[in-house]
């Protein structure tokens, strides 16, 4: 996926947007997030499980519900680690802010383009209270260093046929927020930067978007995954 430097930035919006369903009860949110498409002049949103096709552009729409700082670094379908934000080219300034809405990324032209092998993009995120230690993981952002993950399965995504006889849209039911299995193993950055964090946590999805959850407030790193499906 062809990306171009971006920073999280404060929108302020002027016409209503998709909201995700509410979490259930008893669960302490943690953040919203929303897949959106460009369609010709038109911003169109997603299924967080839709499956795109080379040459659309995307970008997400997320809206913390606790005050915080955010971390995300993708495996791209070719194998190879990216730090996404924060970076020196988009400002260190990550801090977000409990019910404001950020786009990624925050550019002037504003969206990602999909492109590679077809397969899973892994994007990863991680919301901390407290701000992490991430010298180390920027200066890399800025080297040429060789691939380091493993390549996720390049097959062809399948639609859900019933889905697709009922909606017309192409959906990929492996795709969308996931946790970080127990045995998974995290980019190296973001394990030097986040040792620790928690993968217990929860989500509800709908076409509207997604809602990250958990069984309790906020007290330390969480981590979690977005695996975006693709053509």
């Known amino acids: 996926m062809r990306r171009q430097l971006f920073c999280f930035s404060l929108l302020l919006a002027v016409a209503p947007q998709a909201v995700p369903a509410p979490p259930p009860s008893g669960n302490v949110s943690l953040i919203s997030i929303v897949l959106e498409k460009k369609v010709a002049d038109q911003v169109q949103t997603v299924d967080p499980t839709h499956v795109f096709s080379g040459g659309d552009t995307v970008r997400f729409r997320l809206r913390p ?60 995120f991680v919301l901390s209270p407290i701000e992490l230690t991430i010298g180390q993981m920027q200066n890399r952002a800025t080297s040429n260093l060789p691939p380091q993950g493993i390549a996720p399965t390049t097959m062809q995504p399948r639609c859900d046929d019933a889905i697709f006889k009922a909606r017309g849209e192409c959906v990929d039911a492996g795709a969308g927020p996931k946790a970080v299995g ?50």
């Open 65 to 124: 519900a606790v005050d915080g700082f955010l971390y995300v670094m993708d495996l791209n379908t070719s194998g190879k680690y990216e730090v996404l934000f924060p970076r020196p080219e988009t400002g260190n300034d990550n801090r977000i802010a409990k019910g404001h809405d950020y786009i990624m990324p925050a550019t002037s032209n504003g969206w990602f383009e999909i492109t590679g092998p077809a397969g899973r993009e892994t994007i990863y």
């Open 182 to 231: 127990p045995n998974e193993a995290l980019p190296r950055e973001l394990t030097e930067a986040a040792n620790g964090a928690s993968r217990d946590l929860k989500f509800t999805s709908d076409p509207a978007g997604s809602t990250v959850t958990s069984d309790s407030p906020l007290a330390g790193p969480v981590v979690y995954e977005f695996l975006l499906s693709h053509n």
